[in-house]
C-alpha cells in the first residue's frame, strides 16, 4: 500500500469523525472482545442520543404550545436523521471496508500502470478535485462548530443579561426537554447542560462522519473516472507516437486494462449506492422537514436571539442536503463522460476487431453509475430541487394552520 495514497491521505483528515462517534471505519469486529472495545463509544453515544430524542418528546407531551413544538421538532429531526446515518453505516460496514479497499487498489493500479505517463494534465485532475473535497469538508465544519457555538452559548447569554437586569439567575438550557419540567438543584442544571451539549455534539459527528465519508468516496471515483477518460482519450495516439509500429500485445494489454478500471469504478460506485441507497432517502425527507421548520421559526418568532440560531439551523441544514446531491450528480456526469472519451481517440484509425472493442465500451459507458434514494429518486441537483420544493409546501401548510 503506497504511504503517499491520495485517498487515504483524505480519509485521515476524516477518521477523527469516527474516533469520536464511535463509528467503525477499517476495524474487523469478530469477537465479544473487539465489539466491546470497537463499540462502546458507539453504543454509549446511540443511547444518549436516543434518550435525549425520548426526553424531548416527553417534553412536548407535557403541553407546549404551537411555537415551542416547532423549535423543538427541527432538533428531533436532526437526531433522528443522524441515528439513521449511523445505523446504515453500522449494517453496512463490511461494505464500507470493501470500499475503502477498492478505491486504495484502484488508485494504486492506476498509479502503476502509467507511471510513466505523468503529465501536468493529470496532475491537475487531482488537485483540482482534492480541492474541492478539502473546501466542503472545511465549510461543514465550520458551520457545525458555530452550531454548537450558537446554541450552547445563547442561554448563557441570556442568563448573564437577564442576571445584569434583574439579578435573579435564571436556569435555561439549549434545548427544552425533560429537564424542564423537573425541579432541580445548580448542580444538576450544570449536569444537564453539560449532557446537552455532548448530545449535540455526538449528533453533529453522526451526519459528518458519514457525510464526509460519502464526499470522499464520490471525489475518489470521480478522479478515477476524469483519469481514465484523460487515458482513453490517449490510447491509439500514445501507441503510434512509441515507436512508429502498432504494438497490437501492448495496445491489447494497456485496453485490458482500463477496462477492468472502469469495470473497478462500477463496482465501486454500486457499492457506494448499496451503503448510502437507504439513509439518503431519510436524509431527503428528513431534511425538508428540517428546512421547512427552521425556516417557519425564523419568519414567524419574534426574539432576534432564536431567529439567528435558526437561520444557522437552515444555513447548515441546506449545505448539507445540497452537497449531498452536488456530489452524487458529480459522480453520475463523470462516468457518463467516459463513453465521450473513447470515441475521442481515434477508434476510426483502428482495425474493426478493435473498433467493436470500443464500441462495446461506449455502449456500457452510456449507462452512468447514478447513486439514488432507496431507489426513489437519483442523487443529483435535480433532487435538491425536489428537498426544496417540498419543504416549501410543507412551509405553506404550516403558515396557514398557523395563521388559523
Known amino acids: 500500500m503506497d504511504e503517499h495514497s491520495h485517498f487515504e491521505t483524505s480519509l485521515n483528515k476524516i477518521k ?34 436516543l434518550a435525549a430524542v425520548t426526553f424531548i418528546c416527553i417534553g412536548i407531551s407535557n403541553g407546549q404550545n404551537f411555537i415551542e413544538m416547532t423549535c423543538i421538532a427541527p ?17 453496512n460496514e463490511n461494505a464500507v471496508k470493501s470500499l475503502l479497499e477498492n478505491l486504495i487498489e484502484l488508485e494504486q493500479l492506476e498509479r502503476t500502470d502509467f507511471e510513466r505517463t505523468k503529465s501536468v494534465q493529470r496532475t491537475e485532475i487531482v488537485a483540482t478535485e482534492k480541492q474541492l473535497l478539502n473546501m466542503v469538508i472545511n465549510v461543514l465544519y465550520v458551520l457545525n462548530c458555530s452550531m454548537i457555538l450558537v446554541f450552547d452559548m445563547t442561554p448563557l447569554i441570556i442568563i448573564a443579561i437577564k442576571y445584569w437586569t434583574t439579578n435573579k439567575f435564571v436556569r435555561l438550557l439549549p ?29 453533529l459527528l453522526f451526519i459528518g462522519a458519514a457525510d464526509c465519508l460519502f464526499f470522499t468516496c464520490c471525489t475518489y471515483i470521480r478522479i478515477q473516472f476524469r483519469l481514465l477518460q484523460y487515458d482513453f482519450e490517449r490510447l491509439t495516439s500514445s501507441r503510434r507516437e512509441s515507436d512508429g509500429l502498432r504494438d497490437d500485445e501492448d495496445f491489447r494489454e494497456t485496453f485490458t486494462n482500463l477496462v477492468k478500471r472502469h469495470q473497478g469504478l462500477i463496482e465501486s460506485s454500486s457499492i457506494l449506492e448499496m451503503i448510502y441507497s437507504k439513509s439518503t432517502l431519510s436524509n431527503f425527507v428528513l431534511s425538508s422537514l428540517v428546512i421547512c421548520l427552521s425556516a417557519f421559526n425564523v419568519t414567524v418568532v419574534n426574539d432576534v436571539t432564536i431567529v439567528m440560531t435558526y437561520l444557522i439551523f437552515l444555513v ?31 477508434w476510426y484509425t483502428e482495425k474493426a476487431s478493435t473498433g467493436k472493442d470500443l464500441l462495446f465500451t461506449i455502449t456500457r459507458a452510456q449507462k452512468p453509475c447514478e447513486l439514488t434514494a432507496a431507489h426513489f429518486a437519483y442523487v443529483n441537483l435535480k433532487a435538491f430541487m425536489r428537498v426544496l420544493s417540498t419543504a416549501w409546501s410543507y412551509f405553506a401548510l404550516l403558515q396557514t394552520i398557523y395563521s388559523r
Open 175 to 203: 434545548y427544552l426537554d425533560i429537564f424542564v419540567f423537573v425541579p432541580y438543584k445548580f448542580e444538576y442544571w450544570v449536569m444537564a447542560y453539560i449532557l446537552q451539549i455532548w448530545a449535540e455534539c455526538i449528533v
Open 316 to 346: 447548515m441544514s441546506l449545505m448539507q442536503v445540497y452537497f449531498l446531491c452536488f456530489f452524487g450528480d458529480m459522480l453520475m456526469s463523470a462516468s457518463e463522460e467516459v463513453g465521450n472519451a473513447v470515441y475521442n481517440c481515434s
Open 75 to 91: 432538533c428531533v429531526a436532526m437526531t433522528v436523521l443522524a441515528v439513521s446515518k449511523s445505523f446504515f453505516h453500522y449494517i
Open 16 to 49: 477523527v469523525l469516527f474516533k469520536y462517534s464511535g463509528m467503525n471505519l477499517e476495524n474487523t469486529v469478530t469477537n465479544t472482545y473487539e465489539f466491546l472495545n470497537h463499540r462502546w463509544v458507539y453504543i454509549l453515544n446511540h443511547a444518549w442520543t
